[in-house]
């Protein structure tokens, strides 16, 4: 087990008591987000949330005041009257985060790992979704494990869902045997098809190292009848790749020192990272998932706050 400290929580680990303290931080946040920022990560997710759907609640007779386009032209005719259906919203819409923490995840070259950043982001979504009144639970991956939480309004699930991160977290360390199981992404996409039946709302965290045609068409068979959201967790390194020093990396028993203050290093390898982060951004956008980016350069509070915003913020009259 890694030892945690003041300085590295939130940083390179989290625990459960972390992540339950950001049921504060997402107070008046909603699901409903603001015009995303053009990046070539991001794409549109505000408008393709499709909310919550109805539930039909029986046939009566027609009121005036009724909407005409709920008239049931068959039983009004069988009837000699008008008969309208009537539908109640759903109470409420069940919630599934999928975090990524394999090796890829253990990563950072400033502020946090990405696999903090997934872990907070998810926290946040959860208590979002857990404020609104749904059912929560979700899906969390290593190199080695899927583990599945089923939905459930329950503070209790929240504990269980909340450890169960927090423990493949805390397993990552650079001295892992284990790299990256690039076929664990479409493994817990798969299970996420057996707890999702229709109407979940689906927050995938990850950096989708491994991504390819069959997490397309995974992604494409969720979102047929669930609202999915991909959240793509990047390190900004390939933005400003540091020009005066050397890097050094590792993925469990391999370690590489990188001469990035050599530029005939530094330019290639910034070219083959935002080369990939762009591919791997084409392929999720070609699924028709809306695509959001979270970088581990900026605390994820404040990321996911800007992109779903307050509702009681928003000016008088905005659209939702």
């Not at 290593?142 to 504990?159: M, Y």
């Not at 996409?189 to 707890?195: D, F, N, P, S």
């Amino acid at each position: 087990m890694a030892v945690r400290s003041a300085t590295t929580l939130g940083r390179v680990y989290v625990d459960a008591a972390h992540l339950a303290k950001l049921e504060f931080r997402a107070r008046g946040l909603s699901f409903v987000a603001p015009p995303p920022v053009s990046s070539i990560l991001s794409g549109d997710h505000a408008s393709r949330l499709r909310g919550r759907g109805l539930n039909f609640e029986e046939i009566r007779g027609y009121l005036p005041g009724d909407d005409i386009r709920h008239i049931d032209w068959k039983v009004s005719l069988r009837l000699g009257k008008a008969q309208v259906r009537t539908y109640t919203e759903e109470r409420d819409r069940p919630l599934l985060v999928v975090v990524d923490q394999r090796m890829s995840m253990f990563f950072g070259s400033n502020r946090a790992f990405k696999s903090v950043v997934a872990a907070e982001a998810a926290a946040l979504a959860v208590w979002m979704g857990f404020a609104a009144g749904d059912r929560v639970g979700g899906v969390i991956f290593d190199d080695s494990s899927v583990v599945r939480v089923k939905p459930l309004r329950s503070r209790n699930r929240i504990k269980l869902l909340f450890g169960a991160i927090a423990r493949m977290n805390t397993a990552l360390h650079a001295d892992s045997v284990h790299r990256t199981d690039y076929g664990q992404l479409d493994s817990a996409l798969e299970g996420v098809l057996h707890l999702a039946a229709h109407d979940y709302l689906i927050c995938i965290l990850s950096d989708f190292a491994g991504a390819g045609e069959r997490t397309r068409q995974l992604l494409q068979q969720l979102s047929r009848h669930n609202d999915v959201i991909a959240a793509m967790i990047f390190d900004p390194l390939w933005q400003h790749m540091p020009e005066h020093r050397a890097l050094v990396v590792s993925e469990g028993q391999l370690q590489v020192e990188l001469r990035i203050d050599n530029e005939r290093v530094r330019v290639p390898l910034a070219s083959m990272l935002e080369g990939r982060a762009a591919e791997v951004a084409k392929l999720l956008r070609s699924s028709g998932v809306p695509l959001m980016a979270l970088s581990t350069d900026e605390p994820a509070v404040d990321q996911v706050r800007r992109l779903f915003g307050q509702r009681a913020r928003l000016p008088s009259g905005a659209g939702l």
